[in-house]
């Protein structure tokens, strides 16, 4: 990393230290620590970061890349959604940069590979939106297997419109789940307690909740389902994973729920099956492209096919609102924001989506100690120069862990000077494989 990078370290100590309970470690004055908040995030998340005495600024809307580039070269934090998108040119121009909060569940928004190459480990939220995400679809399958969405829309209109053709209970149909993590588990938990029969699918063999069943193929799931719903990360292999061939395997008459990610359905293949009646209704919360900011913008500039999706009949449309409960993002923005401190103050990476994952246990309280904080490239023979560094001092503690080509070591070092501190930081950050070398205490 270039040398614009270096980090602030307090050099000047009290002279006065005991040895009695765990040391609150501190990166430097908290006061210097600049922490960028965009898209509203909840205040929770903004409470946590103050608290800490850090200088905090929150906006409520993601910026555009110019915009961003520009705010992003004095701060050491940023926090963001889903609509922020921290690309690798807007990364490597983040000097100063230490960590990534993703308020939410994906990353997939940001660059992880350019973020991990700079030193900057990203979190993220991966389960505190769970039981609000299985709450919509339950309310979704319920709704579609009523026709509610059209009901409500006519008598909107002014057209009383009472008919019990092709509305149904959801008591004894069959659910199937493409994903079975912590949301597609508590969809199934909610299902079978409404009296569903649950089905689901996932690449690796999991513990079923309940009595649901898991199916070898993805084509036996869409075979038996009344209802699937798509819980599934977005990764090359489930890109477009639902299109023409496997909505022809889906029963005649059932239902597609994705509320995972936009690109997992092809929405052409969806629209044609809804308009020929193969499928009987759709509820879709996530979308391939997705508007920046709220407004009249849902139109076919957005997506092509956006008309004609529109026009189908029993078709629920929500605009990403899977996790948007205040219970959510409450929970979230206290998730999130604790690893973003523990990241800053402590080192602590456990969480990272980038990052190699290592902590310590806490350093006591002594004004001689530090926690040495060494991100680099994983090289041969780097550990044993950082070793000989640090021969000449007391290592209490000391863990290190890879992730591809980065390297973490944490090591907390006691009975040092100043002048001890001062060299360690000089010479271990002048190493050949330094990506970022930071020293708390």
């Known amino acids: ?49 103050e608290k800490e005495g850090y200088q905090v600024e929150s906006i409520k809307k993601a910026l555009s890349e110019d915009a961003l580039i520009e705010k992003i070269r004095d701060v050491h934090a940023i926090g963001i959604r889903s609509k922020t998108r921290l690309t690798k040119k807007v990364i490597q121009e983040a000097k100063k940069l230490l960590v990534i909060g993703c308020f939410c569940i994906g990353t997939n928004q940001v660059d ?17 939106n769970s039981r609000s995400v299985a709450e919509l679809i339950i309310a979704e399958i319920i709704s579609l297997s009523r026709q509610l969405g059209d009901r409500n829309n006519e008598l909107h209109q002014g057209n009383w419109n009472k008919i019990s053709s092709q509305c149904y209970e959801i008591r004894g149909k069959t659910l199937g789940i493409v994903g079975y993590g912590h949301i597609g588990s508590q969809l199934s938990v909610l299902a079978e307690a409404m009296g569903m029969k649950v089905f689901f699918h ?12 898991q199916v070898n193929t993805l084509y036996e799931l869409l075979e038996r389902s009344d209802f699937v719903s798509l819980h599934v990360p977005e990764t090359e292999e489930t890109k477009n994973m639902i299109g023409d061939e496997e909505i022809a395997r889906m029963k005649k008459g059932s239902y597609l729920i994705n509320a995972s990610r936009g690109t997992i359905v092809q929405i052409p293949s969806l629209i044609k099956a809804l308009q020929n009646g193969h499928l009987l209704g759709a509820a879709i919360d996530v979308f391939p492209k997705e508007p920046a900011a709220n407004g009249q913008v849902f139109n076919n500039e957005l997506n092509s096919w956006t008309s004609d999706l529109l026009a189908c009949k029993n078709v629920l449309l929500t605009p990403h609102i899977g996790g948007s ?39 006591q309280d002594t004004d ?6 060494f991100c680099h490239y994983n090289v041969p023979g780097v550990l044993r120069e950082i070793n000989e560094i640090l021969a000449d001092h007391n290592v209490d503690k000391q863990y290190t862990d890879s992730r591809g080509n980065i390297a973490y070591m944490m090591a907390d070092i006691s009975d040092v000077s100043e002048q001890d501190i001062k060299k360690i930081y000089e010479t271990v950050s002048s190493n050949r494989a330094n990506i970022l070398t930071r020293i708390v205490y």
């Open 202 to 213: 996932d690449i690796i063999q999991l513990m079923p909740m309940g009595t649901a069943k």
């Open 112 to 128: 992880l590979e350019a973020a991990a190459n700079q030193g900057i480990a990203v979190f993220n939220s991966p389960f505190s």
């Open 325 to 363: 409960t205040e219970e959510a993002q409450y929970m979230i923005g206290l998730e999130v924001g604790a690893a973003v401190i523990k990241y800053i103050n402590y080192g602590t990476s456990i969480g990272a989506v980038n990052f190699p994952e290592v902590d310590l246990r806490a350093i």
């Open 1 to 49: 990393m270039s040398e614009e990078v270096t980090p602030v370290v307090r050099l000047t100590r009290s002279s006065s230290f005991t040895q009695s309970q765990p040391k609150a470690l501190k990166p430097f004055d908290s006061g210097e620590i600049k922490i960028l908040l965009l898209e509203n995030l909840n205040q929770s998340g903004i409470s946590l970061l």
């Open 368 to 373: 001689k100690s530090i926690r040495l904080l």
